[in-house]
């Protein structure tokens, strides 16, 4: 059976913002008063938002829709340097399909047409998702604050990146 995956401009979507963050978080938030959660999801949800703004100013947040149901959310920057995904989250319920895998290898697609490297951070911890990208192709540069930022090259980018000595 095929699936239909699309990716929506994030629009007013507070609520199904808050349940991504809380089901991508649901280890972290566990210990904490049941009444103070909405407000720290909320909170880190601005703080988010407010430093990819001021960072990545020209970033897309998409969410990630699956047969018309949301699954899960996207953020990129794309510059002259890179294609740069800084945010990917799938629900709980849709991990395991292949739609992170599906939505990277879009990403790669763009990437290599437009002979760019791919690049993401990601918790030095999350064994599933660095397996996930390792399985991809994708490469360490280098770690810092906890967290691994990895790249992945399309042959041209990667003989341009030599060429410039980067």
Request: proline share 4%; charged share 25%; glycine share 8%.
């Amino acid at each position: 059976m095929t699936r239909s995956l699309v990716l929506r401009p994030v629009d007013g979507d507070t609520g199904l913002l808050r349940d991504l963050y809380m089901d991508a978080h649901r280890d972290e938030l566990a210990g904490l008063p049941a009444d103070a959660v909405p407000a720290l999801v909320d909170l880190q949800l601005r703080a988010q938002a407010a430093q990819y703004a001021a960072s990545w100013p020209d970033a897309e947040d998409f969410l990630v829709l699956v047969d018309g149901v949301p699954a899960g959310r996207v953020w990129l920057a794309r510059n002259d340097d890179a294609l740069r995904v800084l945010d990917l989250v799938v629900l709980t319920a849709f991990r395991r399909l292949g739609i992170a895998t599906e939505i990277l290898q879009g990403l790669e697609d763009e990437a290599r047409r437009a002979a760019l490297p791919l690049r993401l951070s990601v918790w030095q911890d999350n064994s599933a998702a660095r397996a996930l990208y390792a399985s991809m192709g994708f490469t360490s540069l280098h770690v810092g604050g906890g967290y691994l930022e990895l790249s992945w090259l399309p042959r041209a980018a990667a003989k341009q990146l030599e060429e410039v000595g980067r």
